[in-house]
């Protein structure tokens, strides 16, 4: 049984019985297309898929004409394949801005608490607002960017964080910071989700591990050099201006241009399938009510994946140690460090967590070649591990001076900080590419929008956490503004207890990290089988009156019962070894 489908019209019909005669084609080579809509089409300009058994055949059409055509056809795969480049880029270069405009806020602690007279934990309250906010419009930007042109998505995130950024430079008091840090977070939660699932889409699932890798090698450097930029300007006062505050001038800048390269570059691959909203006010609200059921759906679905909750549930307990770890360059400063080598040092560690992020992810790839069902999952695990002898090494193994000097002992501590986060840094890009795999296409924006908001929002609470604990338990006294011509023994203990309330929230919760991956190894493989038929129930976007003209399924009475004769068709069938059977 085979239907003609018309993209102009998007209707079915049954096509001649002489399928030979109809095609006019000299040869026919029938291959299974795995749950993705595949045509082909005529000289005519006609559009037709094949649905054989509940599978969809792609037929590949060989005649002279087309034959003659291969010349236009590199062409074309030439122009995709620049397209590709210039959107990946494109892309890269926003994740480098994001990352630089989240690591700037950390790396000016000391800075912003002296000029604001803060605490360390009124400092991570700012961090709190930002993250809440973003975790919490995270699900936005996600169903949006699965909805509408996720291009245009990023460039306004970019225009929107970069406005506040400059807001934030502004700001005279703490109140004003954590305001203008809310609306920042707005920008990053539309941002990221649309840029992580445009990746997704762009590269197949045997090189996905490496070019989220390559995404968080670029991201990684773009945050090293916003916190080196933002700690060795920040006690200078270039044309007149504080140097924190013209940090968030220059990065909020480079924010807006980033914006304005995104809409010039970058090209949504899903952009010819996205549907228009109507022109008329009623088209609209329909539209409005279509879109509002949908996202439900999406809701429904992603939230009911095993995979998708235990790695957000390790992701929760997984982000609070990175999160707590941006006290590291207030912790170096306090040790003795002149703030051009805490900036080093903290770079370094920065440039070895972006290394590690593409090294991961390409380790991943290998294992998964190997371990097909838990390649990623070793991968990630292993990263985990070596967070327990490396930040106890840090932060309990390396050597203090009780002078206050520490500028002499850069060389040492700048080798722990690099293989740290060469070691540590591979489980984020692996999630990532297992989010890929968990659930189909259609949903990606919303997966990874879910995941910055579940993750962000329990995690962002380390910020704060680090700074009471700092103070209430390990006693941390006076607030920064009172270190500014410190006694050094008070400051180092000062650094000492920030180095331990910040070890606290590094070992536990990475404990509990460790111990939520092992249940991928059980749920990981019946996702990844389930994505695939999930897939196909969204993909054939057909109606039940048509399906019913196959005389193969019943007539439906509600929306429900669609989906299930959808979903019938995406179970896998025997599949014919001869192609003409497919015309008969």
């Not at 990606?444 to 609470?461: I, L, P």
Request: proline content about 4%; aromatic content about 10%.
């Amino acid at each position: 049984m085979c239907m003609k489908f018309s993209a102009s019209t998007r209707a079915w019909t049954t096509p001649p019985r002489s399928a030979y005669q109809f095609l006019g084609a000299e040869q026919l080579q029938c291959c299974v297309s795995c749950g993705t809509r595949a045509a082909f089409e005529l000289e005519r300009g006609e559009s037709f898929l094949l649905l054989y058994c509940g599978e969809a055949m792609a037929v590949q059409i060989e005649t002279p004409q087309t034959q003659t055509k291969q010349t236009d056809g590199e062409m074309d795969d030439k122009k995709a394949r620049c397209r590709q480049v210039r959107t990946t880029v494109a892309l890269m270069l926003s994740f480098i801005v994001e990352k630089a405009d989240e690591m700037i806020l950390p790396a000016a602690y000391k800075f912003i608490g002296q000029s604001l007279n803060a605490t360390p934990a009124q400092l991570g309250s700012i961090t709190l607002t930002r993250a809440l906010v973003q975790a919490l419009s995270s699900p936005i930007g996600g169903l949006l960017g699965d909805r509408l042109d996720r291009t245009h998505i990023i460039a306004f995130g970019c225009f929107l964080w970069g406005v506040m950024t400059m807001a934030i430079g502004l700001s005279t008091t703490l109140t004003q910071a954590m305001s203008f840090s809310a609306w920042n977070g707005l920008g990053l939660a539309l941002v990221i989700p649309c840029v992580q699932s445009l990746i997704a889409d762009v590269y197949s699932s045997t090189t996905r591990g490496r070019a989220f890798g390559l995404l968080f090698l670029t991201s990684g450097l773009g945050g090293m050099a916003g916190g080196f930029f933002a700690t060795s300007i920040g006690s200078q006062r270039p044309y007149g201006v504080e140097g924190w505050r013209f940090a968030f001038f220059v990065i909020a800048g480079i924010s807006v241009m980033t914006g304005f390269l995104t809409l010039f570059m970058a090209a949504d691959p899903r952009k010819g399938e996205l549907r228009k909203c109507g022109t008329t006010r009623r088209e609209c609200f329909g539209w409005l009510c279509q879109r509002s059921r949908e996202m439900a759906r999406d809701i429904w679905l992603v939230l009911g994946v095993r995979s998708f909750q235990i790695i957000v549930l390790q992701g929760i307990v997984g982000t609070m140690p990175w999160v707590a770890m941006g006290f590291t360059t207030l912790y170096l400063q306090l040790l003795g460090f002149s703030d051009i080598k805490a900036a080093t040092l903290v770079a370094l560690f920065g440039l070895g967590c972006a290394l590690g992020s593409f090294g991961g992810g390409y380790i991943g790839d290998m294992l998964t070649k190997v371990f097909p069902n838990s390649g990623r999952i070793m991968a990630a695990q292993f990263s985990v591990l070596m967070t327990f002898p490396c930040t106890m090494v840090i932060y309990k193994c390396l050597p203090v001076t009780a002078t206050g000097g520490m500028d002499t002992m850069t060389l040492p501590y700048a080798a722990v900080f690099f293989f740290t986060g060469l070691l540590i840094s591979w489980s984020g890009t692996n999630n990532s590419a297992m989010f890929a795999e968990i659930v189909p296409e259609q949903l990606r924006s919303a997966v990874y929008a879910f995941d910055r908001s579940f993750e962000g929002a329990v995690g962002a609470t380390a910020a704060p956490l680090v700074g009471l604990v700092a103070e209430k338990v390990f006693g941390f006294a006076g607030s920064l503004k009172a270190e500014a011509v410190p006694d050094p023994m008070l400051q180092l203990a000062n650094a000492h207890a920030l180095g331990n309330a910040m070890l606290v929230l590094l070992l536990a919760p990475w404990g509990f990290d460790f111990i939520f991956y092992c249940g991928l190894y059980y749920t990981l493989p019946k996702d990844r089988e389930r994505s695939r038929n999930l897939g196909r129930l969204l993909t054939y976007t057909v109606s039940d009156a048509n399906l019913c003209e196959l005389g193969k399924l019943p007539a439906a009475d509600s929306d429900s019962d669609v989906d299930s004769n959808l979903g019938k068709l995406s179970m896998p069938m025997k599949r014919s070894s001869n192609p003409t059977e497919f015309f008969s």
